[in-house]
């Protein structure tokens, strides 16, 4: 019997299996050096704590935290769009039938969202968090969330930002874990919405200033935009001033604040999605 | 010792009945939870890890080569490589661009260029004295005064950035490099899907995302050889972390 065998045997079954146990291969290389110098009785102890983290019971308290964080803010999303898809005022003619062709193309994304992270908080050993009962005015915010467009891409183009920016604040505690691939995977799928969604808006005319990108603080009007832009403003990147860096006069603060976008914190989170009774 | 021999043969009936069926779950779980495996480490023949960390010479002399180096320092080589790659050719695009151009394609793609240059800088700077040289680029695959050209060529560009950095991410040690990483690949992600809306409407996501909602990292290798077309420069990527 030899240990390699059976991560061999392992692998015919569950080719995931060292992605399972670690991200990283080489995290396998740490594991034989570790046991190079421990007692070969101890090893079965290692062993089996390295298979428990990857097959569950094991994944920390912040792990399963920062996955039920991306899970809430999921089950919004996909209660929002669903209702959108079927409620909101996309109006009549070509344009209407695309617009609700992309909400659909969007909702698919966020219920395949849910089922992931449930899927996998289970597999982890936690509890997922279930759909809330929500506030689609955002506290009295838009009286109309679903007929009228305008505030329905409004609500949207925030949701997106601000579960992205969330996903970039707790993107550091799934480092290392088999969780941060997939987390990443849907972090760039968010940002695909977040343009789409502002290009339906600058379409429209809705917001003179508005890009496709993240810019400055964006939209400061309302409890939406100061909530979900908040820090995004920022030019300063690891001890670096990005406005005008290395003699680029031409990348002023707009475009240093929206050449890297900003993570927010699980308490500036709960601020603004707290106004939905979302339950962070 | 007794109780070693008694567990090993355990683990090898359970080894045997997890691999002569199908994976059945729970029972994976089992044998994954019964800690008593008895193991004959082959450790002892695993080749040392290697020590190399950055380049130790950015081009070679004499010939157009480089080598990314290894760990984060390697990884953020192979960022600040597509960076480059990524600036060069909005340049190209805003310094010459299609007939017909409109003022908000115009304004957009200077912005992209400008985010392109942003990045590559502020890798540079980071990376400091590890950093690979400058590399040199082909772009006459791409026909500047042709929107559809230039645009096709951006798509795949931004769509593999995107998948570049997912798949390089989750290989850094640094929590604040990773942030880094973070913070730029979604704005990769806005350009790809201003550029896809700009040459269809709802092509923001087509083809790049599963059934999960998420987007396929690629593995530097897959990146390099999908960029080489662009790129004179031979990059030897063989030192980066691979898992």
Redesign the interface.
């Known amino acids: ?6 991560l061999n ?2 692998e ?3 080719g995931e299996i ?2 399972r146990i ?5 995290a396998m ?1 740490d594991f ?2 570790f ?2 110098k421990v007692a ?2 101890s ?3 290692a ?3 390295m ?2 983290k ?4 094991t994944a920390s308290p912040a792990i399963i935290n920062a996955l039920n964080i991306g899970l809430a803010i999921e089950h919004f999303s996909a209660a929002f769009y669903t209702r959108g898809f079927s409620e909101a005022a996309f109006g009549s003619g070509s344009t209407a039938a ?1 617009d609700k ?2 909400i659909g ?1 969007i909702r ?6 849910v ?2 992270l449930q899927d996998t908080i289970k597999a982890a050993g936690g509890t997922p968090v279930g759909v809330g009962s929500y506030d689609y005015t955002g506290n009295k915010e838009f009286s109309e969330p679903f007929k009228n467009f305008r505030s329905f891409l409004q609500i949207a183009q925030g949701l997106e930002d601000t579960g ?1 920016r969330a ?2 604040g707790v ?2 505690d799934l ?1 290392g874990s088999p969780y ?3 987390a ?13 969604i502002r ?1 339906m808006r600058i379409s429209r005319g809705q917001s003179g200033t508005l ?3 993240i810019s400055l603080n964006d939209e400061t009007d309302g409890r939406l935009g100061q909530g979900a832009y908040a820090g995004e403003e920022n030019v300063q ?2 001890g ?1 001033t ?1 406005t005008g ?2 003699g ?1 006069s ?2 002023d603060s707009a ?2 604040s ?6 927010i914190t699980v308490a500036a989170l709960r601020t603004v999605l707290g106004q939905f009774k979302v339950n962070i | 010792m007794k109780n070693i021999i008694q567990e090993d043969q355990d683990t090898a009936q359970q080894t045997e009945r997890i691999s002569s069926s199908t994976l059945p779950r729970r029972s994976f779980l089992q044998f994954a939870g019964a800690s008593a495996v008895g193991v004959a480490l082959m450790a002892a023949g695993c080749s040392k890890d290697k020590d190399y960390v950055g380049p130790t010479d950015p081009i070679v002399p004499g010939e157009d080569k480089v080598n990314l180096g290894s760990g984060d320092t390697g990884l953020l080589n192979f960022a600040y490589a597509l960076e480059q790659l990524e600036a060069a050719f909005y340049t190209k695009v805003v310094e010459s661009p299609w007939s017909g151009i409109n003022t908000t394609e115009k304004e957009y793609l200077i912005d992209i260029q400008l985010h392109e240059i942003a990045h590559r800088e502020l890798l540079r700077n980071v990376l400091g004295d590890g950093k690979i040289g400058n590399l040199a680029f082909d772009f006459s695959k791409v026909n500047f005064a042709d929107r559809a050209s230039v645009l096709e060529a951006a798509k795949e560009m931004e769509d593999i950035g995107v998948a570049a950095y997912n798949g390089v991410a989750p290989l850094l040690k640094s929590k604040d490099f990773l942030t880094v990483a973070a913070k730029i690949v979604s704005v990769e992600a806005r350009h790809a899907a201003y550029i896809r809306e700009t040459i269809k409407p709802n092509d923001f996501t087509a083809g790049v995302v599963g059934s999960n909602g998420q987007e396929q990292p690629l593995k530097p290798a897959d990146v390099l050889s999908r960029v080489k077309k662009y790129i004179t420069t031979e990059i030897n990527a063989s030192n980066l972390p691979t898992a």
Request: charged share 20%.
């Open positions: 019997m030899n240990f390699l065998n059976i045997e392992i015919k079954v569950d060292y992605e670690s991200p990283r291969r080489a290389k034989f050096s046991g190079k070969a009785a090893v079965p102890l062993v089996g704590t298979f428990k990857a097959y569950g019971q695309a062709a992309a193309i698919d994304h966020e219920l395949g969202h089922k992931f992205l996903t970039k993107a550091g480092l941060l691939s997939a990443l995977g849907m972090h760039a799928v968010e940002a695909r919405h977040s343009t789409k290009l890009q496709p990108w990147q690891a670096n990005i860096i290395n680029n031409a990348i475009r240093a929206e050449a890297f976008d900003e993570p």
